[in-house]
């Protein structure tokens, strides 16, 4: 069985699942709502349903066969139970949490996009130990952009590409795009950005595919050597 792809909406599952086939990996596509819309609408007004939808979902993968999954959603990962997952046996789930450490391990400033406020709290969950500021900015409109066919359009219509241009002149060390949805836009914001960029979605599909490579060879899939999901 292939990796399963659990994202917020079809979009972002699908861009998920064509990143991992794209580098070989057979995935199937899991999406937790049928629009950002309805993504939103969960994560503000029924969190508690959406975790509990969530943590029905890992537990079916692991019945289904499916040894990793990768949470391809910053805002939904910011939501759900990551500890609960963790605890299901069959299944490992690579979620944006390690990306973001990373981040704050390798840079001291870093101003991080968002597609909604869910996961600008989840970014700051993670790393508000560490010494590593944040400046998070959202922007729903740019997913819906991106959602309806032209996410190149998309980019050159939105606020981001004057947010990248004053990112460079306040001397961030790096952007990150902390929506998977912005995965789609990422060429357009090479070109504009002059600082590094961290894109989460590219990220997750790199530490899924060795976290397959790692249950291919008879690796534990449940969680990480120190217990937590990664």
Known sequence: MGIAVVAGTP????????????AGYPATAY????????????????????????????????????????????????????E????????????PATVYREVAAAHRRALVVTGNGSAVVGYERVTRSA???????????????????????????????????????????AVVLACTHFTAVLPQVLA?????????GSRLVELTAAAADAAARGGAPGGTPGGRAA
């Open 11 to 22: 979009f972002d599952a699908g861009i998920g699942a064509r990143l991992l086939r794209g």
């Open 31 to 82: 999406p937790m709502a049928g629009s950002p819309d309805e993504q939103d609408a969960l994560q503000y007004e029924r969190p508690d349903a959406l975790r509990a939808a969530y943590l029905a979902l890992v537990r079916d993968l692991g019945a289904r066969g499916h040894r990793v999954a990768m949470l391809f959603c910053n805002s939904l990962s910011a939501v759900v139970d990551h």
């Open 84 to 95: 609960a997952a963790a605890r299901v046996p069959a299944v490992r789930v690579i979620s």
């Open 131 to 173: 010494a590593h500021s944040a400046l998070g900015v959202s922007d729903p409109a740019l997913v819906r952009a991106v959602e309806a066919g032209d996410p190149a359009a998309a980019f050159h219509a939105s606020n981001l590409p004057e947010t990248l241009r004053l990112a460079g002149r306040a001397r961030f060390d």
């Open 192 to 200: 504009a950005c002059p600082l590094p960029v961290v894109d989460v």
